[in-house]
């Protein structure tokens, strides 16, 4: 049961980070398909920055900085994607799916280069980010996590910049009318996604091992929390909710040589794909239903009403 609450946890966590930062910018009106390739952003920054720091450091300050170095390069790669819909009014979705292959490409070649076997491989510590509860091993991203969830909830629901985002992407036009310069509020959703994105790609690939091959991305990560964003119905706590549902699944594939699901002989492949299974099969009864962001993915116009 402490395995099982340890992955959920940890999984859980990284998928609501993700789909916090997709929902931020879909709030702002921007639909943000980027957000595989930012985790994959995020995470090679985070590790480069954990295995160029002095041992030395105190291992707080080690945390804090690659932390912080996931969250810039998120928020500076998710600059192309807001320049690209904002400004030059592109297709959000072949924007995001054309940063998505650039970023694994970048990564590999960060990867490479600071390698010492000049493989995609990047080996490091993940000890600072790993402390126990009664016996549970859990990972600073957890704490984090959590209380990043209430501050997003009281950014988008208790502030004038949650107000404000929520009407650019409902109808930029009235809040354009109103004097909320929409170009400015759809940057800032978009830069927030870019950092919960890069944050959450860290949680992924740090705690769970001390080294990753960048040749394989984050596994589709990042797509299975636009389904938690998509089931959380763009809200905090039913994404967290969504997250950690989805997380037990993915969860599965990690105890199932530990536990009675040993004697079941299915392959530990089953089980990791069963949170797309599962996610495949809710959107498709509960899409019809959603509320999306009514101007989500429509480029911003200045002089159209």
């Known amino acids: 049961m402490l395995l099982l609450i340890k992955y959920t946890l940890l999984y859980g966590i990284v998928l609501m980070l993700v789909a916090l930062g997709g929902m931020f910018s879909e709030h702002s009106g921007i639909i943000n398909i980027a957000l595989e390739g930012i985790m994959v952003i995020g995470g090679v920054a985070g590790v480069l920055a954990l295995t160029l720091l002095p041992a030395s450091m105190p291992a707080w300050m080690i945390v804090v900085v690659s932390i912080l170095a996931a969250a810039v390069a998120g928020m500076v790669y998710s600059l192309l994607l807001a320049f690209a819909s904002i400004n030059l009014k592109a297709d959000q979705t072949i924007g995001g799916t054309a940063l998505n ?55 988008m629901y208790k502030t004038r910049l949650g107000l404000r985002l929520r009407a650019c992407g409902e109808h930029p036009q009235a809040a354009a009318s109103v004097g909320i310069n929409v170009y400015k509020m759809r940057y800032t959703g978009v830069l927030i996604s870019g950092a919960l994105g890069a944050i959450g790609g860290m949680a992924y690939i740090v705690p769970p091992v001390q080294t990753w091959n960048f040749e394989v991305g984050v596994a589709g990560a990042g797509f299975l929390a636009l389904a938690v964003m998509i ?15 989805f997380a037990v699944f993915k969860s599965l594939a990690n105890i199932a040589d530990s536990t009675f699901l040993a004697n079941l002989g299915w392959s530990s492949n089953i089980y990791n794909m069963m949170p797309f299974i599962a996610s495949m099969i809710i959107l498709a009864f ?5 509320m999306a962001p009514k101007a989500e993915g429509i480029p911003y116009d200045k002089g159209s009403r």
């Open 101 to 155: 292959l650039l970023a694994t490409a970048v990564a590999v070649v960060l990867s490479k280069y600071f390698s010492e076997s000049g493989s995609a491989k990047l080996n490091y510590s993940n000890r600072p980010f790993l402390f126990n509860i009664g016996g549970l091993e859990l990972s600073v991203f957890v704490p984090l996590g959590l209380v990043l969830l209430v501050i997003s909830f009281v950014v």
């Open 286 to 290: 509960t899409s019809k239903n959603s």
């Open 231 to 245: 089931f959380g119905q763009w809200k905090p706590f039913h994404i967290f909710g969504a997250a950690m549902f």
